[in-house]
């Protein structure tokens, strides 16, 4: 199931922020996030907040229906940003399957955003899409709407990899998907997934190769890691199948960037790699250089001016939330200036610029330039490897590292 929400303060009903956050609007890139929620079948390693058909019932929250809700919810935003926004720099369809609505009802959304908050001449917009899920003729109707990329979940080339993900695409479908997003005139991002239980350094290879010979303009590598109560992790603790090794993980995260390299493609940040900067993902970028976004949709989450609020997880609830002219947010908080130092910084070592020296407290630049001082350790390179490849508990332990070098309270 769907992790759980967050503790935060209480949200109010009219979703009003203070004026200290709407003041940042003008300064910030500011992106749209619109979260589908709807699979056909849930993958058994996913801890999204997704739903499949079957168990939503028919209380306000269904397919044909979504891109209406989703509008209502822009609305709500326009009116809390009272025209303070700039235009939209970048939107992001997540999920979910987005491509399971109809490509009118995602072009509906869209324009919905560009109704009320209009868009940037070169703004970058982007569906996530399973590779069943599209057909040439859906994805001209997003490019003519104005998206501008499609990110394809790939995952592997293997079919026993993605047997055991429980991903039901043909990996045949991946390369007629890419044919058909590149003859609409969209860019192309594919994701990929190592470290599933059973894959070989071989299948993962064959998957990055692949993936490469495809020539897509922009690639994201991700780690599994085994998300509670999820159906993976129910079957590695019955011991059914084995958990993810840390040490293989380091590996195949090594082979990647290695294959990506030689392909030509750019690392930009700890898991994505470009074919070229136009190619980067910008609304990511955003979410790690501390931009604002709102968040449509359930359980979707959204920054502007250090609040943060997060709306109600079930499409049902969201649906009659934003049917009543209320707020669909569950709860919120206010970052103190001491999280958001946090934040930039465990945020910003993610990216290939870095952070300036100047950026850190005194703790981290001495520890930082004590290290480098000592040829003890190639400290960006340490830290990249330990932040994305290893599992959860490797990960809590890198944001140890992180905080110790860094002078993070």
């Not at 589908?36 to 929250?61: I, K």
């Not at 509906?108 to 070169?122: E, I, K, N, P, Q």
């Not at 501008?148 to 990899?161: D, F, I, N, Y």
């Not at 979410?287 to 709102?294: I, R, V």
């Amino acid at each position: 199931m769907p992790s759980a929400l967050p503790d935060g303060d209480p949200a109010p009903a009219d979703g009003l922020l203070p004026e200290s956050a709407l003041a940042t609007l003008p300064s910030r890139p500011f992106g749209i996030y619109l979260h589908v929620p709807f699979c056909s079948v849930r993958c058994g390693y996913c801890d999204f907040n997704t739903y499949t058909l079957t168990e939503l019932g028919n209380d306000g929250a269904s397919v044909g229906t979504f891109a209406g809700a989703a509008v209502r919810e822009l609305d709500l935003a326009a009116s809390v940003l009272d025209g303070r926004a700039p235009l939209v720099q970048t939107v992001f369809v997540g999920g979910g399957t987005p491509t399971m609505l109809a490509a009118t009802d995602l072009a509906a959304m869209l324009t919905g955003v560009r109704d009320r908050f209009g868009l940037a001449d070169d703004a970058e917009v982007t569906t996530e899409a399973n590779p069943d899920s599209v057909t040439p003729e859906g994805l001209q109707v997003l490019a003519d709407a104005g998206f501008t990329r499609v990110s394809l979940g790939m995952q592997s080339a293997v079919p026993h990899v993605l047997r055991t993900l429980e991903r039901t695409h043909d990996p045949a479908n991946v390369a007629r998907a890419v044919d058909a997003a590149r003859a609409a005139g969209l860019q192309v991002s594919l994701d990929l997934i190592y470290g599933t239980p059973g894959e070989s350094l071989d299948d993962w290879r064959t998957s990055l190769r692949t993936a490469t010979d495809l020539a897509p303009d922009h690639v994201s590598a991700y780690a599994l890691v085994v998300e509670d109560g999820t159906k993976l992790a129910a079957q590695v603790r019955r011991g059914q199948v084995p958990a993810p090794e840390d040490d293989d993980e380091a590996t195949k995260y090594e082979i990647a960037d290695e294959h990506l390299a030689a392909a030509g493609y750019g690392w930009y940040e700890v898991s994505n790699w470009a074919a070229s900067e136009d190619a980067r993902c910008r609304h990511n970028e955003g979410y790690w250089a501390d931009g604002n976004w709102w968040g449509v949709g359930p359980g979707a989450h959204s920054h502007v001016g250090g609040v943060r609020w997060w709306n109600v997880k079930h499409p049902n609830a969201y649906a009659a939330r934003v049917g009543a002219g209320t707020s669909p947010a569950h709860g919120r908080e206010t970052l103190t200036d001491e999280q958001r130092y946090d934040e930039r910084v465990l945020l910003g070592v993610r990216l290939v610029e870095g952070l300036p020296m100047g950026d850190l407290h005194a703790e981290g630049r001495t520890a930082v330039a004590g290290l480098i001082a000592d040829e003890l350790v190639d400290a960006p390179a340490a830290l990249r490897r330990q932040q994305v490849v290893l599992t959860r508990q490797g990960r809590l332990l890198a944001d140890t590292v992180v905080r110790r070098l860094l002078g993070l309270r």
